[in-house]
């Protein structure tokens, strides 16, 4: 099992491989849907995500003290964000864009491109997920977009991953739709 | 206990807790995965996340989804949609719901989930001696992962004829790949409009996973789609493996001479679907 911890270094993405077990350690920012229209519509980025990493996640949170306790969290499907994440990733120097279900070729390109990462995270396994956010750093949009679309600052430890798309033009999902394709194929 | 706290506790244990032979079926699936793979850890990872939400009375997960109740019709003056609209919003103020609602014309969240439309509240007519309310939880991957399919349909290949069905829930199952959070669960409606096989797909979800269809041929077809579609090798979140579906669960509603429709309600891995008896005594 490999450790991944913030600020991601390039060299250390580059050396990860389509199916690697990971922990992922340090901040990890939320962005969804909202999120990514934003970004395609010229709007600012609220972090700097130069050697960060983006979760597509909601999060169930509850207001605790003066802070924010998460309750429960975990990836939301990644396809939907195929439109936009090869110019997010080219622009924001990301490292690391963690969700589920895969994403597509112009999004793998781009990681090759830029050295980044796609990691897979268990779907819907929330409670799990929710134990490894150590804190809660902040959130920003909260007001415009809802907390489920809001983009949060987590400070997570040893979240489980695997490596989906690598950056040398592995993917993991890829090769199960081509297998499945044929499997179908000799059903019909 | 108030009516209102009945409802918000069965959304507070359908959020946590799988039903038994969910659970059971995670655990039958995470044996037949090859130690080591992919498969066998995402349903490892499932089977322990499960039993913490249940332990922790927690979401199971994070996406809540849309909330569909089924109230018998003798609750209709106890169990009305206010109540079931203050339960809702308790429990979402508890963290026990995500914030899930988004006015889709101004695009702002509704913060309680509570407002016309939401949750889905429907009667039903009366069944057993006593009377129930029964909730589902179904999230939006999966929810984006239905489909629904008009026969004759060319490209595939399929004729309005049971074969032509079993055609289109195994297109169904191969598009959705991992997207919908597979293993997945197939309800299915053949025939019907286009909104009421929707709504029969989506009742057959409330099946028990183990229970077998009362149509012979209609049994017939769920275990052959069951068996095909677990030799896709989609397995558990798309990453390969054996286990694709949990479940194949198919109904039927009376159709039209012009229209064959078969409709597909994708349900990820979370079955969260939950029953509650409740007292005519408590209404008063």
């Known amino acids: 099992m490999k450790r991944l911890a913030y600020p991601f270094r390039e060299s250390e993405v580059r050396a990860l491989n389509a199916g690697d077990a990971v922990l992922v350690s340090g901040m990890v920012f939320t962005g969804r849907d909202r999120f990514h229209k934003h970004f395609a519509d010229g709007g600012r980025l609220p972090v700097d995500f130069r050697d960060g990493a983006l979760f597509h996640c909601g999060p169930v949170v509850v207001r605790e003290g003066g802070g924010w306790r998460v309750v429960a969290a975990g990836p939301t499907t990644s396809v939907r964000e195929n439109p936009y994440e090869p110019a997010f990733i080219r622009a924001s120097g990301v490292r690391l864009v963690i969700g589920k279900g895969g994403m597509d070729s112009a999004t793998l390109e781009a990681c090759g491109e830029c050295g980044c990462a796609y990691l897979q995270a268990v779907g819907g396994a929330a409670a799990l997920t929710a134990a490894c956010v150590r804190r809660v750093r902040g959130v920003h949009f909260l007001e415009e977009w809802g907390a489920a679309e809001a983009c949060w600052e987590f400070e997570m430890e040893d979240f489980p991953c695997v490596v989906g798309l690598d950056a040398h033009g592995a993917s993991l999902f890829a090769a199960v739709a081509e297998a499945s394709a044929r499997a179908l194929a000799r059903l019909r | ?284």
């Open chain 2, 1 to 284: 206990m108030q009516i209102e706290d009945k409802i918000a506790d069965l959304i507070r244990k359908t959020t946590s807790s799988l039903p038994p032979d969910a659970m059971r079926a995670l655990k039958d699936a995470a044996r037949r995965e090859a130690k080591g793979s992919s498969a066998r850890m995402v349903l490892d990872t499932l089977v322990r996340n499960a039993a913490l939400a249940a332990r922790n009375g927690t979401p199971m997960c994070q996406d809540t989804g849309t909330l569909t109740f089924f109230v018998d019709e003798r609750l209709r003056h106890a169990v009305t949609p206010s109540v079931v609209g203050r339960a809702v919003a308790k429990a979402t103020e508890r963290g026990w719901l995500r914030r899930n609602t988004i006015d889709p014309v101004s695009g702002r969240s509704i913060d309680t989930n509570v407002c016309a439309g939401a949750p889905v509240v429907h009667y039903a007519a009366a069944k057993g001696a006593r009377p129930s309310v029964t909730l589902l939880m179904k999230g939006g991957g999966s929810e984006n992962m239905s489909r629904q399919y008009s026969l004759p349909d060319a490209s595939l290949g399929a004729g309005r004829d049971l074969e032509g069905v079993r055609r289109c829930l195994l297109d169904a199952v191969h598009k959705a790949q991992g997207y919908g959070c597979a293993p997945g669960i197939l309800g299915v409606c053949i025939g019907g409009d286009r909104a009421c096989g929707y709504e029969e797909a989506k009742m057959q979800l409330l099946r028990r996973l183990d229970d077998r269809n009362r149509c012979a041929e209609l049994a017939r077809l769920e275990e052959r789609v069951f068996k095909e579609a677990n030799a896709l090798g989609i397995g558990p979140m798309g990453l390969g493996g054996r286990t694709t579906l949990l479940g194949v669960k198919i109904g039927s509603r009376p159709r039209v001479p012009a229209s064959f429709f078969v409709t597909v309600a994708y349900l990820c891995w979370a079955a969260r679907r939950r029953t509650v008896r409740i007292d005519m005594e408590d209404c008063r």
